[in-house]
């Protein structure tokens, strides 16, 4: 065999694997992937077009083309996010990864709460860092005994996700301000990952950033999902003007530069509101909890469009192979927890099928 030692310890996605399934099903119920389902609006279409039409489909810069750093960094500004540049990167995906790559030696730690997304495990790993969790069932709330617990002298980051895949928590401010009281306590980096930021349905929660608190964080976010650009692959990191440089030293060898067409889109994403377009999502997780709480153990999820439930046995692995036979495609929770126990279900989906899920999963316990 010629393969790397790093490569034998990841295992294939269990978010993919399933989807595939779903791809080679006729009619599925699909309520597995983590996508937007309306379509990319046709202003920033549009737009796109125009610029493939003008002829800019040349390498950028890799740091991104400039203007739309700069609209970046305002548009985080505007938040109250603490950032003094900004890289524009190949998705969160890429963006996370070269935060990792820049800051991360072998043998160093990253705290991540459980439940997560499942990449952060394995880019860790991939750069011979250590993931370490901290338990946040059954509710999924942020402890500070739990957090305070896992830092060790090996600690370098704190990664957290709000609103949260695949549970849909979105963390309160007094939970960040502790993060935040903590890494600045222990001298700690934080990578805030805030891709889901405008998929929050609960008041007072929405204007919560820890970038807005500690100096010493990376906010990552991207077009994906509030403008439904997952094609596109364009993302950004803001922060530290130090480690963004860096990044996009990085980057030159790792992404060389990101899709041009997509960067001149973004520009006029960042002017476009789409809370008409998330505004459905907020009756969709009112349908989907409503329709299961009196027959599963649930949380409410307060931003995303997942819902995380207890699979009936606490076996989600077997209760997802059920739901396959029934032409429903959900992704168990092992694939994003140390634990079984849980399924993750998305209601990124017409209505039509989240009502069909409901009916499916209602008739399975």
Known sequence: MFLSERVTKVRPSGVRKIFDLAAKVKNPVNLSIGEPDFDIPLDIKEEG???????????????GILELREKVLHY????????????????ATGGILLAFMVTLNPGEEVIIPDPYFVLYEYQVLLLGGKPVFIDTYPDFTLREEALRKAITKKTKVILINSPNNPTGTVYSK????????????????????????????????SNNYLGQLYDKTLTIGGFSKT??????????????????QYMVTMQQYVFSSINSIAQKAGLVALDYNTDGLIEGYKRKRDLIYEGLRDKYEVVKPKGAYYIFPKAPGSDGDAFVEKALSKNLFIIPGSVFSSRKSHVRISFAASEENVLKGIEILRSMV
């Open 76 to 91: 985080l500004k505007g938040k109250g996010i603490i950032c003094d540049d900004a890289i524009i990167t190949a998705g």
């Open 227 to 244: 403008w439904g650009m997952t094609g596109w692959r364009l993302g950004f990191v803001a922060g530290p003007k130090e480690i963004i």
């Open 174 to 205: 007094e939970e960040l301000e502790m993060v935040s009281r903590v890494a600045q306590e222990k001298n700690l980096l934080v990578f805030s990952d805030d891709i889901y930021d405008k998929f929050i349905f609960e008041e007072g929660l």
């Open 49 to 63: 077009i125009k610029w493939i039409r003008a002829g800019f489909n040349k390498y950028t810069p890799s740091g």
